[in-house]
């Protein structure tokens, strides 16, 4: 057995916290050459409500798993506001989610076109270029995050993983512990630093933070499997027993 790396749901990666959605509602007074006919009718203000009214709709599927609701949500918000950067990143992770990964991209560098400074875009650029198995620009999509938003605890979470893919746990680990120390409850990179550790050769200190991350979450089954794991190959049996049970 191997240890586990956690990585999130592609259905629930891309949701957009409450503030990053409000994004969609900054004003561009030259919208109206960006519309069609159809919309030069209606204010900017009120095309910005509409859309940020379907963009939390699509939110609201895809929390819920209705990705054909959310991906029609998403489109109709970019029909109204097409530079919605947040907006055209979630569709893009929809797409994705529905393994229709040429879209995905396509979708995650329009967003990115429209706000270069997006850094949770970016990260949904790496976590879709990842499963199609381009790892090299996942790696350099992670590594833009993180030179624009250095202290966020999940682009650094991010990119450790896929430095710990690229065989280089030690960078991995030096991403994971930036993360901890932005957020030192983040479970996901407790957990993929204890590996990254264990690969860099440092097992007990591997051990060490899955016991811290069983004291924050007793209920993490796959800190106890990595722990029983660790204790195992220490020839710990007994407490590696206990641990895996």
């Known amino acids: 057995p191997t240890s586990t790396i956690f990585k999130p749901n592609p259905a629930i990666l891309a949701v957009q916290t409450s503030s990053e959605s409000q994004r969609v509602n900054v004003a561009v007074p030259h919208l109206h050459s960006h519309q069609g006919p ?7 203000t009120a095309r910005y409500a ?33 530079e919605a950067a947040v907006t055209r990143s979630n569709l893009g992770n929809v797409l994705r989610a529905q393994g229709k990964l040429i879209d995905a991209i396509a979708a995650h560098h329009a967003a990115l076109n429209y706000d270069p400074g997006y850094a949770r875009g970016w990260t949904n650029l790496a976590a879709t270029l990842e499963d199609a198995g381009e790892l090299d620009a996942a790696l350099g999509a992670a590594r833009q995050a993180a030179t624009i938003a250095p202290n ?25 512990v930036m993360a ?23 097992m007990e200190a591997g ?18 499997f990595n722990l029983a794991l660790n204790l195992l190959s220490a020839g710990k049996w007994r407490d590696g027993f206990a641990a895996y049970e």
Request: net charge negative; aromatic share 2%; hydrophobic share 40%.
């Open 50 to 82: 509409a859309a940020e009214t379907l963009h939390r709709e699509g939110l609201n599927h895809q929390e819920a798993g209705k990705l054909e609701e959310a991906r029609a949500a998403y489109e109709q918000a970019l029909i109204l506001v097409p």
């Open 38 to 44: 159809e919309h030069n009718h209606a204010s900017p």
């Open 207 to 224: 051990t060490n933070a899955l016991e811290t991350l069983i004291a924050l979450d007793p209920d993490n089954a796959d800190a106890h």
């Open 180 to 202: 901890l120390q932005a957020d030192p409850r983040h479970g996901r990179a407790l957990l993929n630093l204890a590996v990254a550790l264990k690969e860099a050769g440092a």
């Open 152 to 176: 966020d605890p999940e682009v650094r979470h991010i990119l450790g993983n896929l430095e710990l893919e690229s065989g280089r746990p030690e960078l991995a680990i030096e991403n994971f």
